[in-house]
């Protein structure tokens, strides 16, 4: 059972807009900024957005995060056949002095 | 460009210690501005930080695991390296090393590709 809680799965077509959810509690998500990871198979997890909505270089514009209280959010646009990933959160959390991460997002572009 | 490499056996025995390795190449280990991480994937499940590491030292565990842990850094090899005593078959997963900088909620920016480590006798 992971400390953040995101949805198994997840689907789009392509160009279509994805968002995917991740909820925590407040000293997790409520009080630190959140990361997001995607994770192409057979591959190392890539961070995607860091501090909550920064992109690091070279990550398209089509990726945007947000944050709302204790939860976040990761929203894809115009989807492209190649992002069919695993996508996960991750914040600090105050309470267990660690990182904590979700359970991962599966998403398929059909 | 900074490269993580993991090393080590890929199977262990139960009850005995896990021995992993992590090469750094395209930058140095003694930076002042960086932690140096495992987080590990069990097969078809989600991440979990195990802990971090400062060249400095300083070192923080995640404390479901702290008890087991050990993680050090070695300047003259431009390594780290993790520990995970009294495995189990629980302990099964891809092992990632992976960089941060500096602070307490910046984010791991930089992974290596995993290595996979069965416990079973």
């Known amino acids: 059972q992971s400390v953040l809680t995101q949805p198994p799965s997840a689907s789009g077509t392509p160009g279509q807009r994805v968002t995917i959810s991740c909820s925590g509690s407040?000293?997790?998500?409520?009080?630190?900024?959140v990361n997001w990871y995607q994770q192409l198979p057979g591959t190392a997890p890539k961070l995607l957005i860091y501090?909550?909505?920064q992109r690091p270089s070279g990550v398209p514009d089509r990726f945007s995060g947000s944050k709302s209280g204790t939860s976040a959010s990761l929203a894809i646009s115009g989807l492209q056949s190649e992002e069919e990933a695993d996508y996960y959160c991750?914040?600090?959390?105050?309470?267990?002095?660690?990182?904590?991460f979700g359970g991962g997002t599966k998403l398929t572009v059909l | 460009q900074l490269q993580l490499q993991e090393s080590g056996p890929g199977l262990v025995k139960p009850s005995e210690t896990l021995s992993l390795n992590c090469t750094v190449s395209?930058?140095?280990?003694?930076?002042?501005?960086?932690?140096w991480g495992w987080i590990r994937q069990p097969p078809g499940k989600g991440l979990e930080w195990i802990g971090s590491?400062?060249?400095?030292?300083?070192?923080y565990y995640n404390p479901s695991l702290k008890s087991r842990v050990t993680i050090s850094v070695d300047t003259s090899k431009n390594r780290f390296s993790l520990k995970l005593s009294s495995v189990t078959a629980a302990d099964t997963a891809v092992y990632h090393c992976?960089?941060?900088?500096?602070?307490?909620?910046?984010?791991?920016?930089?992974w290596g590709q995993g290595t996979l480590v069965t416990v079973s006798s």
């Open positions: 991750a914040a600090w959390d105050d309470s267990l002095h660690g990182w904590v």
């Open positions: 992976a960089r941060k900088t500096v602070g307490a909620t910046t984010p791991f920016d930089h």
């Open positions: 395209g930058g140095s280990i003694s930076s002042s501005s960086h932690y």
């Open positions: 501090s909550n909505n």
């Open positions: 590491s400062h060249y400095s030292g300083s070192t």
């Open positions: 407040s000293s997790n998500i409520g009080s630190n900024t």
